[in-house]
């Protein structure tokens, strides 16, 4: 007789609540979705996550996580451009792996931030938010 290990799933909601994350925090959650979009993502934050984790230990996982996630699987400059033409908050999210809301597409446009501009500012710093990239690009 063979046992087989069946691993654990979880969806973004089972995250969210084994964590102890307030339904308040939408930031914190936006964030879980924009980064934890994988089963096998979702399942590596849930092994390296402290049992009855504070706030602070999830938030500082899943900036961790982030980070890697930028380094080891990031979106080429390429697709990034290609794709915010058909759907520029998916390509942002996507680009930068962090919430995005519509109104960071309409900073853009009022803006008149140059995308090619944001991807080289990206380029220097792979782990740079948006809002920071806007804010050094805001003429």
Known sequence: MTTEYIRPTWTI???IVDCNVSKKAIVLIDNFKSILVTEELRYEFMM???FDPNGHQVFNLLHEMRKEQLRLNPMSDESFL?????NPIQALRQYFKHSIV???????KQWNI?????VKLKQTDYSIHLNRALTALYK
């Open 82 to 86: 290609n794709m915010y033409y058909l």
């Open 114 to 118: 140059d995308l090619e501009e944001l």
């Open 48 to 50: 390296r996550v402290p």
């Open 102 to 108: 519509p109104a960071h597409e309409e900073r853009i």
């Open 13 to 15: 909601e089972e995250v």
